[in-house]
C-alpha cells in the first residue's frame, strides 16, 4: 500500500514544482521517450514475443508507429495547442482579451492493457507529457514481460518523479485507485471500467474509458468479397483476434455465406499457410484462462475452418463458425480470440436492427460498394468509430478521434485529441477597469430605460433573430437608396441649370 | 393501509411512470424522430415561443421562488436562454456538418470525417438559484445534438418547476420530452435507469452519488458544481470602480450564484480603501435600505436563510456591514465580514448568499499559495490594473474560468465553454459546448477497392522489406497536417 502512494505523492509533489509545465520540459521528456522506443525496440520486441507470441513485424505496425506518430504531431505542434484560442465577443466586450487556455490537470492514471501492452500505455502518457501533466503509467500485469521491461525503462528516460511506473495485479491497482487522481485513463473490459468510474466518483475525477464489445463486420452483397474477406482476415487473425477493434463476427445474407468462408479459407492459407502452428506470423493465447474461455464459446456451434487447439501452446487455429445463432453464448460477450462466427440477415434492415440491439460497439465495419447501403448504415446506427470497406485501419489515422460510446466507452483520444482530453480547457476573459461608462447600464437601481439599453449590448450579436432587426436592416437600405436617388435628382437639377448636363449624361 | 406500505407502493408506482416515460423517450429515438435537421430547429423554435409568449409568467414564477428583480430575471434567465436559442438556431446547420480532417497525398482516396451523433436519452438536472436557465440552456443543446431529454427541475424552486411541467408539453413534443417533478427520492429513482448522458448542475455531495449512479451504466456525464470562487484585488486600480463590478457580481441573486464571488483577498491597506468604495457602490445600487429596494433579490427558503444566519453566528470575523435579516420575507441584508482566516466557519463551505468575507494577505505570493491551497473554484477573479499582476494569477492557479476585473460575465459569451475543473465540475457548456457535450464525434472512415496492391504490403506472410515499405508509408511526413497513412 505504502509504494502506491508513495508513487502518487512524489508525482503530485513534482506537478506542484511546477516544472512539467514549460514547452521546453514538455518537448524534452517526449523526445526522450521516442528515444526509448527507437532505441530499445529490439527489447520491446522479444518482450512481445515472450508475452503474446507477437511476430516480430507486427510489432512495430501495430504498437510502435502508433505512438512514434503522437510523440512527433505533438513536438511539432506543442506551441500551437498552448496558445490561448481567441473566441467570438459581444459588443460590450468588445475591448476586452476573450480566449480559452489550454491547462494541465495535475496528475493522471494511466491503466494499460495487456493485447498492445505499450501503445495502450504510452499512447495516453503522450498526451499526458504534452498536455503537463504528471503521471502514473500502470502496465497491466497480465503482460508480464513487458510490464517489468517498462518498470526497467521508463525511468531511463524520463523525469522519474514525474512519471512514475507502479506494476502490480489487482490488490495493487485497487490500491492505486483510492488514491486522488485529477484523471483516470483507462484501457480494458466494461465490467473493470464500471469500477473504474465508480472509484473516480469518490473524487469526482474525470475518466476516459477505452473499453470494447462486439465489433459488428457487415459483409454486403453489393462489394468485391474477395478483397473484404482478405481485409477482415488480415484484421481479424493478427495479434490472433486480441484486439478491441477486431472485426468480432460477421453479418451477411445467406447465399454468399458459403462464398464468404471459403475466401477467407484460401486466404488463410496464403497468410499462415497449411499449419499456423508453424508459421511465425500467427500468435497465441495470452494465457490459459483466456484458452479456456475461447474453447467454450466454440462449444455447441458448427466450425466451418479451423476448430483444433493446443493446450501446451494456448495454441487456437483460426477459427470460422458458420449459421451462428444470435442468441449462441460466443454472440453475448466480446470474443477476443482468433474465432470468427458468421451469422446471418436477410437483408440491411434486418442487419441494422441486429446491431441496434445489441450495446453500442467500438468499432462498425460495412463492406458495400453501394452508396445507399452504406449511407444507411452510417445514419441509422452509432458506434464508437466506423469504417468502410476494410477493417481497423481508421485507428491509424491520428486526426480522427478514437474512443467508444455507451458501453464501448468514455472519451477519446490519438493525435490532439489525447492532449485536449487530458487538459481543463478555461475560459478567460480580461477586462480592464475604463470603459466604465458602458458598464453602468446594468447596475441597479434599475429603469425601463437602463434595461432597454442593456439588453442591447448584451445581446448575441450575430444571429439574433430580432424581428426588429430585420426590419430595420431592410428599412435603412430604403432609406439609404431613397437618399442615394434624391443626391442624383438634385445632382442632375443642379448640373441642367448650369448647363453641365451633356458632361454627366 | 400501513403508511409504510402506502410509502412502499407510492415509490414503485412512481418508479414505473419514471420508467414508462423514459421507454416512451427511447422508443421515440430509436424510432429516428429527433435526428432530421427540420425537426431539431422546429423544436428549437418553439422553445423560443415558449420563452416569448410567457414572459409575464416566468417573471412571476421567479418572484415568487427568489424575489428576482425583473431585470435579473430578463437579463440572466430569460435572455441568457433566448441569446442561446438564437445562436444555437442560426449556427445547428453548420455544427451537424461532418467535419473533415486532415488529408494528404497518402489518403486521397479515402475519405476521413468526424460525424457528430445524437447519444439517445439523456437526463438534465436542473439547479433552483437560475431555475429556468440552468434546465433550459443544456436542453438547448440536447436538442440540437438530436436528442430526447427527461427535464428534472428542483423542487426547492417550486413556481418555476410547476410552470416547467405546465408549459413544456405544449410546445415540445411529447414523444420525445418529459419533464419529471419530485425531490431527492424521485430523483434517486430515476437514476437507477439507464441514460445515455446525465447532466447535472448543483452540489458536490449530491455530484458523487450521481456518478456513482452513472458508473453502473457507464454513463457520461457533465457536473457544473461549484465551490468557494475567490477574489483577489491587488496592486494599482481604481478603486470604485472595482467596488462597483465586485458588488454587483457578489449580490446580484442575493449572492446565490455559483460563479459569485465568494470571498475576497487583498492587502490591509487595499482593505481600508476598499471598505468605504464597498459601502458607496451598495448605497448607489440598493440604497440605504436594502430590504424596500426592488432591485435587491431574498434566499429562496426558510433552509438556506437559517444556514446563512448560522455562518454569521459562528464566524470569529467581525461583522462590518450589514448582518441583519427578517426570516419573514427571506430578507438577509448584503454583508461584509472582516478580520477573519482561513479556519473560519465562512471559509468551509460555499456561502452562496449575500456575505462578503475580506480576508487579508501580506503579498500577492501568499493569497496565490492561499487559493491553491483549496479545491479548484468554478471561477477566479482578479481585480487590478497591473497586468503582471493579472498574468501572474492566471498563470499560478487553475479554475473552470477566469475574469479579470470584472465578475459573472465571462459565462455570457457564447463562445466561452462554461464548466469547472476538479471539484468544481468535469465538462462544460454554453453555445456550441452544449451540441458538443450532448454529441458523439464518430470517426469515419470510407476507403475504397483500389491499391489492394499497396494493401498487401501489411498482409502476412511478413517479409522484412515489406515491413520497411509498410514503415514509411505509415510514419509521419514533415509537412502534413495530421498523420495519414497508407495501407
Request: glycine share 6%.
Amino acid at each position: 500500500e505504502e509504494m502506491e502512494k508513495q508513487a502518487v505523492d512524489g508525482a503530485r509533489r513534482a506537478f506542484n514544482s511546477g516544472r512539467s509545465r514549460p514547452l521546453q520540459y514538455r518537448k524534452q521528456q517526449l523526445s526522450a521517450l521516442l528515444r526509448l522506443i527507437r532505441e530499445r525496440q529490439a527489447e520491446i520486441v522479444s518482450a512481445l514475443k515472450r508475452d503474446i507470441s507477437r511476430s516480430e513485424f507486427d510489432t512495430p505496425i501495430f504498437e510502435l508507429i502508433g505512438i512514434e506518430n503522437d510523440i512527433k504531431l505533438a513536438e511539432r505542434n506543442l506551441a500551437d495547442w498552448m496558445a490561448p484560442q481567441p473566441v467570438k465577443k459581444t459588443l460590450l466586450t468588445i475591448t476586452d482579451d476573450v480566449y480559452i487556455k489550454a491547462e494541465p490537470l495535475g496528475v493522471v492514471l494511466i491503466i494499460g492493457a495487456w493485447n498492445y501492452p505499450w501503445s495502450l500505455t504510452l499512447r495516453p502518457l503522450v498526451g499526458a507529457i504534452a498536455a503537463g501533466n504528471a503521471a502514473v503509467v500502470k502496465p497491466s500485469e497480465v503482460s508480464k514481460s513487458s510490464a517489468s521491461l517498462l518498470k526497467e525503462l521508463l525511468p531511463q528516460y524520463l523525469d522519474t518523479e514525474m512519471y512514475p511506473v507502479v506494476t502490480g495485479g489487482v490488490p495493487e491497482t485497487q490500491e492505486l485507485l483510492k488514491q486522488r487522481f485529477d484523471h483516470i485513463f483507462y484501457t480494458g473490459n466494461s465490467t473493470v471500467g464500471k469500477l473504474v468510474m465508480e472509484a473516480a466518483a469518490r473524487h469526482l475525477a474525470p475518466v476516459t474509458l477505452e473499453l470494447g464489445g462486439k465489433s459488428p463486420c457487415y459483409i454486403d452483397k453489393d462489394c468485391d468479397i474477395a478483397v473484404a474477406c482478405r481485409r477482415i482476415t488480415w484484421g481479424k487473425f493478427a495479434n490472433c483476434g486480441q484486439t478491441c477493434i477486431a472485426p468480432d463476427y460477421i453479418l451477411c445474407h445467406p447465399n454468399i455465406q458459403h462464398r464468404v468462408i471459403e475466401e477467407i479459407r484460401q486466404t488463410l492459407l496464403e497468410f499462415y499457410g497449411e499449419d499456423p502452428k508453424t508459421s511465425p506470423d500467427y500468435g497465441r493465447i495470452i494465457n490459459q484462462h483466456h484458452f479456456d474461455r475461447l474453447l467454450a464459446l466454440i462449444e455447441g456451434c458448427t466450425v466451418a475452418v479451423g476448430g483444433e487447439s493446443d493446450k501446451s501452446q494456448c495454441y487456437i487455429t483460426p477459427t470460422i463458425l458458420k449459421d451462428v445463432l444470435p442468441h449462441a453464448r460466443i454472440m453475448q460477450e466480446e470474443i477476443f480470440g482468433p474465432v470468427l462466427p458468421i451469422v446471418t440477415a436477410g437483408d440491411v434492415n434486418e442487419v441494422i436492427r441486429f446491431i441496434n440491439e445489441r450495446p453500442k460497439p467500438l468499432a462498425l465495419y460495412v463492406f458495400s460498394s453501394n452508396k445507399k447501403v452504406v449511407r444507411r448504415m452510417l445514419n441509422e446506427t452509432t458506434s464508437g468509430g466506423v469504417l468502410v470497406n476494410d477493417v481497423m485501419v481508421h485507428y491509424t489515422i491520428n486526426a480522427l478521434p478514437f474512443g467508444g460510446v455507451g458501453n464501448s466507452g468514455v472519451g477519446r483520444y490519438h493525435g490532439k485529441h489525447t492532449f485536449d482530453q487530458l487538459s481543463h480547457h478555461r475560459a478567460c476573459l480580461i477586462k480592464s477597469l475604463a470603459m466604465e461608462r458602458l458598464n453602468m447600464a446594468r447596475y441597479p437601481p434599475m429603469t425601463p430605460s437602463r434595461l432597454r439599453t442593456s439588453m442591447f449590448f448584451l445581446r448575441s450579436r450575430s444571429g439574433s433573430c430580432d424581428q426588429a432587426l430585420r426590419a430595420w436592416a431592410v428599412v435603412s437600405s430604403l432609406l439609404a437608396l431613397a437618399l442615394l436617388i434624391s443626391l442624383l435628382v438634385v445632382l442632375l437639377r443642379v448640373s441642367a441649370h448650369a448647363g453641365l448636363g451633356s458632361v454627366l449624361l | 393501509m400501513p403508511s409504510v406500505h402506502y410509502a412502499r407502493l407510492k415509490y414503485l408506482f412512481e418508479m414505473e411512470s419514471q420508467r414508462q416515460i423514459i421507454e416512451r423517450l427511447r422508443a421515440a429515438f430509436q424510432s429516428g424522430v429527433t435526428a432530421p435537421l427540420q425537426f431539431r430547429l422546429t423544436q428549437l423554435k418553439s422553445l423560443l415561443s415558449l420563452l416569448e409568449d410567457n414572459e409575464p409568467q416566468i417573471l412571476e414564477a421567479l418572484q415568487k421562488d427568489l424575489a428576482k428583480p425583473k431585470f435579473e430575471a430578463v437579463l440572466s434567465e430569460i435572455d441568457m436562454v433566448v441569446n442561446d436559442l438564437c445562436y444555437t438556431i442560426n449556427s445547428l446547420p453548420t455544427w451537424i456538418q461532418p467535419s473533415y480532417v486532415g488529408k494528404n497525398l497518402a489518403t486521397k482516396l479515402d475519405d476521413c470525417f468526424v460525424r457528430r451523433e445524437p447519444l439517445g436519452v439523456v437526463l438534465i438536472i436542473g439547479a433552483w438559484n437560475y431555475p429556468l436557465q440552468l434546465i433550459l440552456a443544456p436542453l438547448i443543446g440536447a436538442i440540437a445534438a438530436g436528442n430526447c431529454a427527461i427535464l428534472k427541475p428542483s423542487e426547492i424552486s417550486r413556481a418555476t418547476e410547476r410552470l416547467l411541467a405546465q408549459l413544456i408539453p405544449k410546445y415540445l413534443s411529447q414523444e420525445c420530452f418529459a419533464v419529471i417533478c419530485g425531490g431527492a427520492e424521485e430523483t434517486k429513482s430515476l437514476l437507477e435507469n439507464r441514460f445515455d448522458h446525465i447532466f447535472y448542475t448543483g452540489s458536490q455531495a449530491v455530484a458523487r452519488s450521481i456518478l456513482q449512479a452513472a458508473a453502473v451504466h457507464l454513463t457520461p456525464v457533465t457536473l457544473e458544481l461549484g465551490g468557494k470562487c475567490p477574489c483577489l484585488i491587488y496592486g494599482r486600480l481604481d478603486m470604485l470602480a472595482a467596488a462597483k463590478r465586485l458588488v454587483w457580481s457578489k449580490f446580484f441573486n442575493a449572492g446565490q450564484s455559483c460563479v459569485a464571488p465568494d470571498y475576497v483577498l487583498c492587502t490591509p491597506e487595499m482593505r481600508e480603501e476598499l471598505l468605504p468604495a464597498i459601502a458607496k457602490a451598495l448605497s448607489i445600487f440598493y440604497g440605504s435600505q436594502p430590504k424596500q429596494s426592488e432591485d435587491f433579490s431574498r434566499i429562496v427558503t426558510d433552509r438556506h436563510w437559517d444556514r446563512l444566519m448560522a455562518l454569521l453566528g459562528k464566524t470569529q470575523g467581525r461583522v462590518v456591514m450589514g448582518g441583519e435579516g427578517s426570516k419573514e420575507d427571506k430578507y438577509f441584508a448584503p454583508t461584509v465580514v472582516v478580520d477573519l482566516d482561513g479556519s473560519d466557519a465562512l471559509m468551509q463551505e460555499e456561502i452562496f448568499g449575500p456575505i462578503m468575507p475580506i480576508l487579508t494577505i501580506e503579498s500577492l505570493e501568499q493569497g496565490i499559495t492561499f487559493i491553491n491551497q483549496r479545491e479548484k473554484p468554478l471561477a477566479l477573479y482578479v481585480f487590478s490594473d497591473e497586468s503582471q499582476v493579472v498574468n501572474m494569477v492566471l498563470e499560478r492557479t487553475s479554475s473552470g474560468g477566469f475574469c479579470s476585473n470584472d465578475g459573472i460575465v465571462h459565462m455570457t459569451l457564447p463562445g466561452l465553454p462554461f464548466g469547472g475543473v476538479g471539484a468544481s465540475g468535469m465538462g462544460s457548456y454554453h453555445g456550441r459546448w452544449t451540441f458538443e457535450t450532448f454529441s458523439h464525434r464518430r470517426g469515419c472512415m470510407l476507403r475504397g477497392w483500389g491499391l489492394e496492391r499497396i494493401s498487401m504490403l501489411r498482409y502476412p506472410p511478413y517479409t522484412e522489406s515489406n515491413l520497411s515499405w509498410l514503415r514509411w508509408a505509415t510514419s509521419a511526413k514533415k509537412k502534413s497536417w495530421g498523420v495519414c497513412s497508407v495501407m
